[in-house]
């Protein structure tokens, strides 16, 4: 067989798969995490609609956008059907607090997928099996392309603006209906429009790559039902995804258990607003902060010893904003230590400045140690001459020591409240458990402005 026919059967098994697949045919543990995965990141996209990112960015898109179709969450307004994405993918990202899949690629799955999907609810209504079942196709698109590209993130690609966009088109595509040609051409221009940098962690950029992930997913979809086409190969063609986005290329990957392992139940979430990685030191340092009572000035040394993937993507050593202490793996051991949480508040422009917080990180020593998992840590305090130790062998919110549906819950009405009010983020959370029964989900969306 010629291998651009192998490779075009790789990317239509994909699309295939993606088009067809019945809401039937996912296991009660895939659905249920669609539950928890919606409910998670709408109340991520609530908290972070009134971050001052989102003012400046709903401040020119008021002034460019087309027919305001799409509800924008939290501010009581509507954009374009392209716009009410970016927004809601921004608002939903900007505090680094929305899910993470660490299965085998690094991925925020939610703030493209679903900013692009109630966007498309909005306008035309989708029943919830309809919505879940484009959810799951969302994070089987854009998990196994990044899974087929092992390399991609080692060449500074940030993968919820790359992979997040193939993720939203899918899903886009699912929701409208597409066909698997027209899905195949969906991913096409989804993987053209693909882009977003590391060097924009720690600034507003880095939220508005799931943004543009949204809008371009939204976008590749419309343009596929009209019959824009793309190129057939686009994962594994020789100048494909999979290619040019990594030194390794694994597109077997792509069709690996296909039907039988879906990718949303692997998915992961955040008990702190700040990247993932640093989540199993500061379970340490919360744990040290509550049991060994030294103030901060007493303490003589913190000691972390964590997996290298963590040193490399937090090395802010004196932020400046909350957005660069989200990247601070010193500021990030002093604030739990301190507060004993990592919450939205641990990451503020107040507390990246806080003189007794700036103190203890500079006390903070990190090594490295490859026989670590990512997920994986261990912490050390010094303080009036005694040693304290801490070890994490899972971070909460992992795949192996996940949040409860309960944590879901709290967090949720935690970020809900003080931006729609106590009654409608009860009667959001009562909606969302039950998604599937829902026959319009803009019964959901009227709730969220």
Known sequence: MKESQQQTQVTHALCSHLSSFAFDALPENVVHAARRGVLDWI??????????????????????????????????????????????????HVLDYD????????????????????????????????????????????????????????????????????????????LLGLDAMQMTYTLGIAATQSAGMQQNRGTMCKSFHAGKAASSGVLAALLAQQGFDSSQEILDGKKGFCHIYSTVAEPERVTADLGERWEIANNGHKPYACGVVLHPPIDAMIDLGTRVGAPPDAVDVVELRVHPLVASITGVVEPQTGLQS????????????????????????????????????????????????????????????????????????????????????????????????????????????????????????????
């Open 326 to 449: 989200k990247f601070s793996i010193s500021h990030s051991a002093a604030v739990a230590y301190i507060d004993c949480d990592a919450g939205i508040a641990q990451y503020s422009d107040a507390k990246a400045l806080d003189s007794n917080i700036g103190a203890l990180r500079r006390k903070v020593k990190v090594t490295t140690d490859e026989s670590l998992r990512k997920d994986e840590a261990y912490a050390s305090v010094i303080a009036q001459g005694r040693r304290f130790e801490a070890s994490v062998a899972h971070a909460t919110g992992t795949v192996d020591n996940p949040m409860s549906d309960d944590a879901i819950q709290r967090k949720f009405l935690a970020n809900a409240e003080p931006i729609i009010g106590a009654g409608s983020a009860a009667q959001v959370a009562e909606l969302v458990w039950r998604l599937e029964a829902l026959s319009d989900v803009r019964a959901l969306t009227r709730l969220l402005t």
């Open 99 to 174: 899910d993470t899949h660490t299965g085998g690629t690094l991925l925020h799955t939610s703030s493209p997928t679903l900013a692009a999907l109630f966007a498309l609810t909005d306008r035309g209504g989708a029943s919830g099996r309809d919505f879940i079942s484009a959810y799951v196709a969302g994070f089987e698109a854009g998990v196994r392309t990044g899974q087929a590209a092992p390399k991609h993130h080692d060449g500074g690609w940030h993968l919820t603006g790359t992979l997040g966009t193939l993720a939203a088109g899918a899903a886009s595509g699912r």
């Open 43 to 92: 109340g991520c996209a609530l908290a972070g609609a009134r971050h001052p990112t989102l003012d400046k960015l709903n401040t020119v898109l008021s002034q460019t956008t087309g027919k305001p179709v799409a509800t924008v969450f939290g501010r009581n307004t509507r954009l374009g059907l392209l716009d009410a994405p970016l927004a809601n993918g921004q608002a939903g």
